[in-house]
């Protein structure tokens, strides 16, 4: 059963929604289920059914130490319901216990933000005396001003950067390439983090990725994350942050401010504008608190 799982993750490897990501995602769904299978002294994929999978979905919700999110449930189901569909299409299984099964229904989460103020105190915090405090502003300062993935963070080369035009140009999610500009206060700071502390926290290594850490090579996401709640506790801020906040600030700030929302979708590289006009709900919900707060005939009386 295992072998079946090793193919099954090679042929996603080479379909074009086969990134590590993804595979790394359906690796674990899977061994989850198999895990389970073993429980249960279930030998083959054939031998599941649709009550297996209910037991399945009762098992994982009862071992999390949190209630699972839905968008978690319906992943694990639709990646069952993928790996089902190759088995059968190599005459391993005659059904697909999952074809019925499509999880709770996903609910539209709001994107989460900061306000403007809530990123000058983030940013104000840290030391650009200091290689990692000007790197960590410079960072944050860039993946704010560009709206980045924190995988774009992570991914972006010298070669990447045009100082003179002010613009990122990169590849970003489902091999998109765009281009975005950058205000001139954060061009200052990465320029400066290039020219210095870049060099020192290298240890002579050779590459051309931007941001690197203590050892010289490029941070990953999970360092990004770190570096996030570090700086969050030094400001102060009673909440947790991640980096796609940072995204969600920049396309809600822009929309604050009078952008159209299709300069927003093209800048952060959204495929469909379905996609960006979920923050349009976040400022009219701003707009419906500010009014029911200020419009007299709205108060409380």
């Known amino acids: 059963m295992e072998e079946d799982i090793e193919q099954f993750l090679k042929v996603i490897m080479q379909t074009n929604t ?4 993804t595979t790394d995602a359906y690796r674990r769904d899977l061994r989850q289920f198999h895990a389970f299978l073993s429980l249960k002294n279930i030998s083959s994929w054939n031998d599941a059914n649709r009550f297996t999978v209910t037991d399945y979905l009762e098992y994982i919700e009862r071992k999390s130490k949190t209630p699972l999110k839905n968008t978690t449930v319906s992943r694990k189901c639709s990646s069952l319901r993928s790996f089902y569909q190759y088995l059968a299409s190599r005459k391993v299984v005659d059904h697909n216990p999952f074809i019925q099964i499509h999880g709770p229904k996903k609910g539209k989460l709001l994107p989460d933000f900061l306000l403007f103020d809530e990123i000058e105190t983030l940013f104000a915090v840290l030391d650009l005396t200091t290689d990692d405090g000007l790197r960590n502003r410079a960072m944050l300062e860039i993946m704010y001003a560009c709206g980045l993935r924190v995988s774009e963070a992570c991914d972006l080369r010298l070669s990447d950067i045009d100082f003179n035009q002010r613009t990122l140009r990169f590849t970003g999610k489902g091999s998109k390439e765009r281009m975005v500009p950058f205000y ?9 983090y290039i020219k210095t502390s870049r060099n020192h926290l290298m240890k002579q290594l050779k590459h051309d990725i931007v941001f690197v850490n203590g050892m010289g090579k490029g941070l990953s996401p999970r360092g990004i994350q770190y570096i996030l709640d570090v700086t969050a506790k030094k400001a102060g801020m009673n909440r947790t942050l991640h980096p796609h906040m940072l995204r969600h600030s920049f396309a809600t700030h822009l929309l604050d401010n ?7 979708q093209e800048l952060l590289g959204h495929q469909n504008l379905s996609t960006t006009q979920i923050y349009t709900h976040v400022t009219m919900d701003r707009l419906k608190s500010s009014y029911m707060s200020a419009h007299p005939r709205a108060r409380k009386i």
Do not use: Y
């Open 18 to 21: 086969g990134s590590v990501h």
């Open 184 to 192: 001139p206060s954060a061009g200052e700071l990465l320029e400066l």
């Open 258 to 264: 009078g952008a159209d929302l299709r300069i927003v």
